[in-house]
């Protein structure tokens, strides 16, 4: 009796270790197809595309609805900037520009009130502007294309007399 014991009890420890070791390889197979399927997802992310497209848009509460724009490196950025406003250019008019880094946004901007004739881009300080659209009223839109320009965080504003503290954002390139 005491060796039928014994065993019975050497079986159920043996029963029970399997059991729970059967439970954790069950466990392991639902996680590996979860962090399979996760790379698979995040590998076409990265493929750039040579050509991005931008929509933005200023409004009559002399607003963008975008503070902030993403592309990458060497990217052709073709930018579109709606007003999707009523008002006059003279009046409520905007543009995209966006500025070389370390140019002043303030100062830029100041200096552009001065430009009326030129657009508000003044003429002098043509390198601290990498791209910009024309100033446009409502109802209007303007297109421009350039080359995203080397990594790092970029501002850019409208130039139109007093809207730059509000109308502004961060392009950022990857
Ligand atoms: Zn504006």
């Given at each position: ?37 996760t790379t ?35 990217q052709t ?98």
């Open positions: 009796m005491k060796k039928n014991l014994i065993i019975l009890s050497a079986l159920a420890i043996t029963m029970a270790s399997c059991g729970g070791g059967s439970t954790e390889k069950k466990a392991e197979p639902m996680k590996a197809p979860a962090k399979t399927s698979e997802e995040a590998a076409p992310a990265e493929e750039v595309p040579a050509v991005v497209e931008v929509v933005i848009e200023g409004n009559d509460q002399m607003k963008f609805n975008l503070d902030k724009i993403e592309v990458h490196e060497g950025v073709k930018l579109t900037l709606k007003h999707v406003g009523t008002m006059a250019v003279e009046a409520m008019g905007h543009n995209w520009t966006l500025l070389a880094q370390g140019v002043d946004m303030a100062d830029y901007a100041a200096a552009a009130v001065a430009a009326k004739d030129n657009d508000y881009q003044p003429a002098d300080r043509s390198a601290d502007v990498i791209a910009h659209t024309k100033t446009i009223g409502g109802g209007d839109e303007v297109t421009i294309e350039f080359t995203a320009p080397a990594k790092g965080t970029y501002t850019y504003v409208c130039t139109f007399p007093g809207h730059y503290g509000m109308m502004n954002g961060k392009f950022i390139v990857k």
